[in-house]
């Protein structure tokens, strides 16, 4: 079956580092991506792994472990902006699989 | 990145009618084109998957004859939710994938939702 877990919320502070963890158990893998998405909005593309390793990107970061079905978004320099969900997603095939989310609450 | 638009963006409906939602690619070839339904405070969850010119492959649990899916054209698709009923009220968000479209490692684009509300 999938099953694809991630924190429910977490907080922290403008300036803070977060990291936002997300393990999965899924019949295919092809790829796993970050997405953020604010309240009544669609998702927003972060980041995609494919590979082990970490992908960075500005104040952000993802890094993928295959063997242990594990992954992680890192968020540097946090904003209130910042404040949102963040997704997992696992690439089953052609179609995406989604995490519940983190509800992230950035405070000054 | 690419773009893809829905519309509406808010629909209030009776119990009972039915409501077309409709997804566009602006700006590339979308020859797939994903559905998803998310309830408040839940994940996106898949509800289909549509090739263009092709039936919808639907995901398990989802009734087929209540949302009819059409991907006609490789810059549309629309779901039409028939005799809507209160516990359809969802957030709808369409993602296409597709030709022409920037962005990396085939990245599925979204569109900005669909709140549908059945009274």
């Known amino acids: 079956g999938q099953n694809i877990d991630q924190p429910t919320e977490m907080t922290a502070t403008e300036g803070a580092i977060v990291q936002i963890n997300c393990t999965y158990q899924?019949?295919?893998?092809?790829?796993l991506f970050w997405y953020q998405q604010h309240a009544g909005e669609a998702p927003t593309f972060l980041s995609y792994n494919v590979l082990d390793g970490l992908e960075e990107k500005g104040r952000f970061s993802s890094f993928l472990s295959r063997s242990k079905g594990y992954s992680y978004l890192l968020l540097k320099e946090l904003q209130m902006k910042d404040s949102a969900s963040y997704l997992c997603?696992?690439?089953?095939?052609?179609?995406?699989?989604f995490g519940k989310g983190t509800t992230l609450s950035v405070s000054s | 990145g690419a773009v893809v638009s829905q519309h509406p963006s808010r629909v209030i409906c009776k119990s009972g009618t039915s409501v077309k939602i409709e997804c566009r690619s602006l700006?590339?070839?979308?020859?797939?084109m994903f559905w998803y339904r998310q309830f408040p405070k839940q994940s996106l969850m898949l509800m289909a998957t549509?090739?263009?010119?092709?039936?919808?492959?639907?995901e398990q649990g989802v009734e087929k004859d209540k949302f009819l899916i059409n991907h006609a054209s490789l810059t549309l698709s629309t779901l039409t939710v028939t005799s809507a009923h209160p516990e359809d009220s969802s957030f709808y968000i369409c993602s296409a994938r597709g030709r022409g479209a920037s962005g990396s490692h085939n990245e599925q684009f979204f569109g900005p939702g669909t709140r549908l509300t059945v009274l």
């Open positions: 997603a696992v690439r089953e095939r052609r179609s995406l699989i």
């Open positions: 549509s090739n263009e010119g092709s039936k919808a492959t639907y």
């Open positions: 899924t019949s295919g893998f092809n790829g």
């Open positions: 700006d590339f070839q979308a020859t797939t």
